[in-house]
C-alpha cells in the first residue's frame, strides 16, 4: 500500500536560514508526488509536484523540492525562510488507483521566527 | 485565478441529523474528490467522482453519505445521519488532466 511518512513534527528555523521539511513515500511504480501548505483554517493550497523530469522542482513561493529515488524522499526546501512561510505542509502522494486520490502525510509544522 | 469554493464555512449541528456540504469546483475540471480532516489529524480520503459517478470510496464512506453533482457547477456530500465523530473539516478538491488537485478552504463541520 501507498504510505507518505513526514518524520517531523515540527521543523524550527530563523529568519533568513534555509528550511527543509523532509517527507519520504512507499509506493509501488513511479511516484507522482505533492507538497501543500495550509495556513491556519484555510484550506491546502498546491506548492509543487514531481511527475517526472528534473529531480529538482520548483513551486510557488520561492519552494523547491529534491526527488531522491533511491532514499525515496521528496524534501522540501527553501534557501531564505521567512516568518510568512509559517504553517502546516503536508506531503502527498497519488494513489496508484485510476481515480488518482492523494495520499497524505501526518503533515509538519513549520515555525519561522524573526 | 479560478478556485474551488465551499459552503457553509462552519456548520453546527445536532447528532442525528443530516447535513449536506457544498461544493463548486474549478469549471473545467473532471474529477472532485472529497478529504476529511479530523482535528489535528492528516487529511484523509472519502470519496472521488468522476463521470456523474462514484469512481472510488474509502472505508469511512459507508452508507450514511452520499455525493451528488446536481447540475453542472455544484458538487455536494451529504450524511444521512451525523454522528459525534463526523465532527471534521471537509474539503473539496478538483482536477483538470494534470495530476494535483485544487482544494477548496473546507467547510468545519460540528457535532453536538
Known amino acids: 500500500a501507498q504510505s507518505v511518512a513526514q518524520p517531523e513534527d515540527q521543523v524550527n528555523v530563523a529568519e533568513g536560514n534555509p528550511l527543509t521539511v523532509k517527507c519520504t513515500y512507499s509506493v509501488s511504480g513511479n511516484p507522482y508526488l505533492f507538497w501543500y501548505v495550509q495556513y491556519p483554517n484555510r484550506g491546502l493550497q498546491f506548492l509543487l509536484k514531481?511527475?517526472?523530469?528534473?529531480?529538482l522542482v520548483k513551486g510557488s513561493y520561492g519552494f523547491e523540492a529534491e526527488f531522491n529515488k533511491s532514499q525515496t524522499s521528496f524534501h522540501l526546501k527553501k534557501p531564505s525562510a521567512l516568518v510568512s512561510d509559517s504553517a502546516l505542509y503536508f506531503c502527498?502522494?497519488?494513489?496508484?488507483?485510476?481515480?488518482?486520490?492523494?495520499?497524505f502525510g501526518q503533515g509538519t509544522t513549520l515555525q519561522v521566527k524573526p | 485565478e479560478p478556485e474551488v469554493t465551499q459552503t457553509p464555512s462552519h456548520q453546527v449541528t445536532q447528532m442525528g441529523q443530516e447535513v449536506i456540504l457544498r461544493c463548486v469546483p474549478i469549471?473545467?475540471?473532471?474529477?472532485f474528490y472529497w478529504y476529511r480532516q479530523i482535528l489535528g489529524q492528516k487529511v484523509e480520503f472519502l470519496v472521488s467522482?468522476?463521470?456523474?459517478?462514484?469512481?472510488?470510496k474509502s472505508e469511512i464512506f459507508d452508507d450514511q453519505f452520499s455525493v451528488e453533482r446536481p447540475d453542472g457547477s455544484n458538487f455536494t456530500l451529504k450524511i444521512r445521519s451525523t454522528k459525534l465523530e463526523d465532527s471534521a473539516m471537509y474539503f473539496c478538491?478538483?482536477?483538470?488532466?494534470?495530476?494535483?488537485?485544487?482544494f477548496g478552504p473546507g467547510t468545519r463541520l460540528t457535532v453536538t
Open positions: 469549471s473545467n475540471h473532471l474529477y
Open positions: 478538491a478538483s482536477r483538470a488532466a494534470t495530476y494535483e488537485q485544487y
Open positions: 467522482f468522476y463521470n456523474n459517478e462514484i469512481s472510488e
Open positions: 502527498a502522494v497519488r494513489d496508484s488507483s485510476n481515480t488518482g486520490k492523494l495520499i
Open positions: 514531481y511527475i517526472t523530469g528534473d529531480n
